[in-house]
């Protein structure tokens, strides 16, 4: 259209045509470059779990090179309540990743996974350069980022595309895996960093690996979404029913195992998120831990989860199966926090971090188990609204721990909110117990469609007894056809 209107409205002769040519063959160029880096299919290869691998890599390397300089920020900028403000901090975002993680999981199985990928990975990392910029604006843009930091929900409806249903807990262990990997060597390199370098140095090379992981989502990560299932446009409508959360949860709510998997997850979660928030601080402030411990303890307990989530896991899922799998994960969880709450050795602290490596199995169980339960085309809502779940978990817990942290801080039991905790998670287990073993929807075979074709009001054309329809007709090899044997189909 440039060139057009240039040779349009020159006067004849004022503009060379070559040029014109030239400019023409440069713009088509960068056209189809645009139109290849935006298009949703564009990527490299085909749509696998090693695309998926790859985001949640890099996204949370990068968080885990600032878990010694975030500590330090943490305690100079809030002296008196550091454990506190942590919960508080923590909670605001958790609160918006619970609003958000639905309606972000359901746009996804409409617009596809791989837009909704870039969005929340750029703000979930937008807050690392702030860090040493001003720690109070620092700390408000992560309360922020929390109404897109559901990377999670994206990532499983993502490895639910890619996936036979055999296969993905099997894909769910090696996501929550790599989550583990990323954590097993960032923060004792962010820890050496700082020690050596300064903390402006881990705050870069943090933000280096973040733009890293956008320009992979743009350049590297393909749509796995199929057309048919998606939206041609982005102009599509979108109403407040399918904007509302809780609306979003009372969908999937109605259905029962659904909805006791979403009940367990809650009481699970809800200790492990405060856990998760305010351990580290635990240990340095409590346990006196100094931040060259804390980084080989989170690369032992790193360690120790991937194999939990890989190995151990694929063979717990064959062997005892699915929901089992579930329950031991969450027995590990109540003896891990239990130890927690009474331990005040530095010894404790590692024999119950091996523990909790064990029960990192539940959460990749658990989203087989809801994946199981769901259609294909609600892979994305469920699992947004079990991430969305873990997002009110991630507002309420860090805030209860902070609370009771701050309440019983002359306590006699050294971490009372990991007991409390503990309490949870056998609430949790004990709701475990009625969850179904078999949550595969049912498969409709021949005999029961024709028991059933009355009430779905199919008509059917039914021979008259004595008939010459009511003789079978003989069957030859070639009137055989495999498809339609198949009761599936």
């Known amino acids: 259209n440039t060139t057009d209107g240039l040779l349009q409205r020159s006067p004849r002769g004022s503009v060379n045509l070559v040029d014109v040519l030239k400019l023409d063959r440069t713009l088509s160029k960068m056209a189809t470059f645009l139109s290849c880096v935006l298009q949703p299919g564009h990527g490299i290869g085909r749509p696998s779990v090693s695309h998926a691998v790859v985001v949640i890599f890099l996204e949370f390397f990068a968080w885990g090179l600032l878990t010694t300089p975030m500590l330090t920020v943490l305690h100079e900028t809030f002296p008196q309540h550091t454990f506190l403000m942590n919960g508080l901090i923590q909670g605001v975002k958790g609160l918006l990743s619970f609003m958000s993680a639905p309606l972000i999981g359901a746009l ?101 690996v973040a733009l890293a992981d956008i320009c992979f989502i743009l350049l590297a990560v393909p749509e796995s979404l199929p057309e048919k299932m998606r939206l041609n446009t982005w102009g599509a409508p979108i109403t407040w029913e399918q904007a509302d959360p809780f609306q979003s949860m009372r969908k999937v709510g109605k259905d029962p195992t659904v909805l006791l998997i979403c009940i367990t997850v809650f009481l699970s979660y809800l200790p492990e998120a405060g856990q998760y928030s305010s351990f580290f601080l635990y240990l340095r402030q409590v346990i006196n831990f100094s931040s060259a411990t804390i980084a080989v303890f989170i690369g032992v307990v790193g360690i120790l989860s991937i194999i939990a989530q890989t190995l151990i896991l694929t063979v717990l899922m064959r062997t005892i199966g699915n929901k089992n799998t579930v329950l031991l994960g969450l027995g590990f969880q109540i003896l891990q926090l239990a130890w927690y709450g009474f331990g005040s050795e530095p010894w404790m602290m590692w024999a119950a971090g091996a523990v909790a490596a064990m029960s990192s199995i539940t959460f990749p169980a658990v989203s087989a188990l809801v994946s199981r339960s769901a259609d294909p085309d609600k892979q994305g809502l469920v699992q947004g609204m079990i991430t969305g779940i873990r997002g009110l978990c991630n507002g309420l817990g860090p805030a209860l721990y902070g609370l009771i942290f701050f309440m019983f801080n002359k306590s006699l039991i050294p971490g009372p909110p990991f007991l409390l905790g503990s309490c949870t998670v056998v609430v949790a287990f004990l709701v475990a117990l009625f969850i179904p073993e078999n949550t595969e929807p049912p498969v409709v075979t021949c005999a029961d469609a024709k028991d059933t074709s009355m009430l779905a009001g199919v008509h059917i054309n039914t021979p008259l007894p004595g008939s010459d329809e009511d003789t079978p007709a003989p069957t030859s090899d070639e009137d055989f056809e495999p498809l339609l044997q198949d009761s599936v189909v």
């Open 108 to 208: 996804s199985d409409v617009w596809g996974r791989r837009s909704f990928l870039l969005v929340t990975v750029f703000f979930t990392c937008a807050p690392i350069p702030l860090m040493r910029l001003s720690p109070w604006w620092y700390f408000a843009a992560i309360s922020m980022s929390g109404a897109f930091s559901v990377t999670f929900s994206v990532i499983f409806a993502y490895v639910s595309d890619v996936t036979e249903e055999h296969e993905r807990s099997t894909a769910y262990g090696l996501v929550s895996a790599t989550f583990a990997a990323s954590l097993v060597t960032s923060p004792a390199i962010g820890a050496y960093l700082s020690a050596c370098y300064g903390d402006n140095l881990v705050v870069l090379v943090a933000t280096l």
